[in-house]
């Protein structure tokens, strides 16, 4: 069922604001996500903060994490040993606000009015509730939040009581440790949610407190991880706290103390977080130097929110992507932007969650989601983030080259899902054997070098992301009788079809990263080995069906028995309702897998070649994956389908905010907002790269008056704006940005943009006519390919 986009009243359209101006219980767990606050290091839940009003609070920290022993039913060689999974870190978002001796809450309370935002603009949260008393007052609170970006640690909460007669009031500001408390482990039904530890997780080393100041120091159970925090409170009234009570689990400041009519009382709470590994310095410490350090990060509420506005008003000026004439789709649209931002901003040199920092979901772990998903957006728009995400990989080459070893094959072996670098994936047929991750490393490594003109990247990083990956690629397949170079034992992105031969993603994947390999210069490479890349990437195969005239996902994809459409909706997602066997026998697709190598090597294959693989492919994609939406929407555009591509697109920017695979409640799905920028950028103002210039061949839909978004290209920032029936670039001048003229193809013209605007006209593509099959193989969407 649709939340935001089926209810305006609740959640009226506003272009830079995410609304909700009635509550209505039932939908804690969703909205905690959308109103999530997060720079990339740390995240905040957008719970309310009154205990009992939340469903799934809290908070966390990227990369901060807990480690156990995978306990395998059976075991065999190479398989996933350590468990990884984020941790909850100790929660500063709790208030318990009482007025004349009663508890104010959503759940118990009478309100008289609620409205809450998080403003995509200025990234503040902010809440406002009047309430009706049983003592007769008439109560009003406003609590406002924000995260550092320059303090990337801090977090800064503020809480206003005000009243129309004098009030008594109790005030309790809490942190609570939310993951040592006992809850549901809802993975047991569901694998894509978070599971939990059995035993305590966090171990209090540091615990200090007095006049409304806390200083607290946690280590992690196995993983040996170290967490602290400082808080620090400020009041606009005179006087101390009450009390200041400090424990392992849950401490607090508390304010008693009288309001008097028509008079605010303020109170600001101001936190900084401090993570570190353990070292032989800390075994004597207790945490204490690492609370000091938190304590000395520590800056005042109105700087939080002084930095978080202004990264906001930098980002905007280069990030944003406008979209004429459909305000409800362009909510949406900065809405999936600013999680973007949430999610990679200050990330530094780490991975991007598949949820961000918003939910538990996924564990906490990095999956080729950021490479192929995130790195497009983060390449064009910061390409710095870029960077640092690529160097993380970087930086899990030793163990890559180990988990390499241990799975028979050269060079460097990239962990399915990971935190610390090492194999997290417990399945297998679903993890490990999606071997295509190294190709998607190797091509966003390609992409980030070819969009930005980083002139050291190649020799600090790329050369190494390349080499160590192909060297992977060639040892793992082999030439077969027929002289072609097969891969075989593979499972490629769509999870419904798992251990198979030459998937055809997985093959045109490592024939570029084996071709981008083999063109470096480069002195670890030896002519032998240089031959050998060539010879496998121009001999790769790449399984074809003559009868059907279509690529096959994989050698035996064809002659699988194709899936019963008759199921019914409550059967979806397959992998929650039937035994993976069963699955893997029948032709139905989780998500894109031809058409996504289709997108990505646009290159290597013909406008008739695509547009078969998407009559055939789309009609058999049951989209339980997330990730597939956009890409089909990109190829829907590409081929001429606007109709289609339109209602993929739309399909995909709603994913979270109509919680339509029921399960926002873990976090934002990152990687499919990615998606929805290239669904911008790639699909409706069909943008390729990595060719000999910038292409753009655009598919504004019919409905659109416009789409305009700028680029990072080279130095420069390109502007591009889109109107029916032309389009128009420019170079921006000025903030350091290179005014060097820059070729583009736009179709087939070749242009030379400066910073005079320059304007292509645009002639209308045609619908093409749909393919036809001639088997019984499924080719029911057809109708909806005319559509």
């Known amino acids: 069922m649709a939340l935001i986009s089926s209810d305006r009243l609740r959640f009226p359209c506003e272009p830079w604001k995410l609304v909700e101006s009635i509550h209505v219980p039932g939908d804690e767990g969703t909205l905690e996500t959308l109103f999530a606050l997060g720079n ?6 957008g719970a309310h903060s009154t205990r009992g009003d939340g469903e799934l609070p809290g908070t966390f920290i990227n990369g901060f994490h807990e480690i156990w022993d995978i306990k395998h039913a059976e075991n065999a060689y190479g398989f996933a040993r350590t468990g990884q999974r984020i941790v909850y870190v100790p929660d500063a978002n709790n208030f318990t606000v009482s007025i004349d001796g009663e508890p104010l809450s959503l759940a118990e309370s009478t309100v008289l009015d609620y409205h809450r935002s998080v403003d995509f603009s200025t990234g503040v949260y902010e809440e406002t509730t009047t309430w009706a008393c049983r003592s007769g007052a008439t109560v009003t609170t406003l609590e406002r939040r924000a995260v550092g970006f320059d303090s990337r640690g801090c977090l800064g909460l503020e809480l206003s009581v005000s009243a129309d007669r004098d009030v008594s009031a109790d005030i309790v500001s809490g942190v609570v440790n939310r993951q040592d408390q006992p809850v549901e ?26 006049d409304g100041s806390l200083r607290l120091a946690w280590e992690t159970s196995e993983s040996r991880q170290r967490i602290a925090m400082a808080v620090d409170h400020w009041i606009s009234a005179e006087g101390q706290p009450f009390e200041t009570v400090v424990a392992e689990d849950e401490s607090s400041v508390r304010y008693v103390l009288a309001i008097n009519s028509g008079e605010a009382f303020r109170l600001e709470k101001t936190v900084s977080y401090v993570v570190a590994g353990r070292t032989l310095a800390d075994d004597d410490d207790g945490g204490e130097s690492l609370a000091a350090d938190a304590e000395a990060n520590l800056v005042p509420f109105s700087e939080i929110l002084a930095q978080s506005q202004a990264h906001y008003s930098q980002y905007w000026t280069t990030a944003d992507v406008a979209i004429g004439g459909q305000p409800e789709l362009q909510q949406a649209v900065r809405w999936a932007l600013f999680q973007l931002a949430q999610a990679t901003a200050r990330a530094g040199v780490a991975g991007i969650p598949a949820k961000g920092v918003s939910g538990s979901g996924y564990e906490g772990h990095y999956f080729w989601d950021q490479e192929v998903y995130l790195l497009p957006y983060l390449t064009y728009t910061n390409p710095d983030g870029a960077r640092k995400v690529l160097e993380s990989r970087h930086a ?18 990239f ?34 070098e070819w969009a930005s003109g980083d002139a050291s990247f190649r020799a600090d990083i790329g050369a190494d992301l390349l080499i160590e990956t192909a060297r992977m690629w060639v040892s793992l397949g082999f030439f077969g009788k027929d002289g072609l170079f097969h891969i075989h034992g593979v499972t490629g992105p769509d999870e419904y079809t798992a251990v198979v031969n030459d998937n055809l993603y997985t093959n045109v994947m490592a024939r570029f990263n084996l071709r981008a390999a083999a063109a470096l210069e480069h ?8 031959l050998v890349w060539r010879q496998a990437a121009e001999r790769m195969s790449l399984p074809y069906d003559p009868h059907l005239e279509v690529f096959s996902q994989d050698n035996d994809f064809m002659t699988l028995e194709p899936w019963d459409w008759n199921t019914p909706k ?10 993976p066997l069963v699955i893997y026998r029948h032709q139905v697709l989780k998500q894109a897998d031809t058409v996504l190598a289709m997108f990505l090597q646009w290159q290597d294959f013909s406008a008739e070649e695509k547009q078969r693989a998407f009559d055939f492919y789309d009609p058999i994609t049951t989209g339980d994956s997330t990730l597939s939406a956009c890409v089909q929407g990109i190829m829907a555009a590409e081929v001429g389908y606007g109709d289609v591509a339109l209602k993929h697109f739309t399909e995909a920017l709603f994913i979270d905010l109509d919680n339509s695979h029921g399960n926002t409640i873990d976090g934002v799905h990152i990687a499919s907002t990615g998606g929805i920028w290239s669904s911008l950028v790639c699909g409706f103002a069909g943008m390729r790269d990595q060719g000999e210039v910038l292409r753009f061949d655009p598919r504004l839909p019919v409905e659109w008056e416009g789409l305009s978004f700028r680029l990072k290209v080279r130095g420069r920032l390109l502007s591009v704006e889109l109107v029916q029936g032309s389009i128009a670039l420019a170079l921006v001048s000025g903030s350091g940005y290179s005014d060097e003229p820059l070729l583009i193809r736009v179709r087939d013209h070749d242009v030379t943009v400066s910073a005079d605007t320059i304007t292509v006209p645009l002639d209308t593509v045609p619908v093409p006519p749909p393919s036809i099959f001639p088997s019984v193989f499924p080719t029911a969407g057809l109708p909806i390919v005319r559509a």
């Open 40 to 45: 990339g290091h740390l995240g905040v839940r």
């Open 185 to 210: 482990d809802h993975s047991v039904h569901d694998p894509r949610r978070s599971g939990r530890h059995a035993g305590r997780v966090l171990l209090p080393l540091h615990l200090q407190g007095a």
């Open 396 to 413: 899990m080459l030793p163990d890559a080259r180990v988990r390499a070893k241990e799975l028979s094959v050269d060079g460097a072996l």
């Open 415 to 448: 962990p399915w899902r990971t935190i610390n670098g090492l194999e997290a994936s417990a399945y297998y047929a679903a993890g490990t054997a999606q071997f295509h991750i190294a190709a998607a490393i190797a091509f966003a490594a390609n992409r980030y």
């Open 523 to 530: 002195e670890g490479i030896a002519d032998t080995e240089r």
């Open 570 to 579: 409550s059967k979806y997602p397959l992998l929650l309702n039937f035994h």
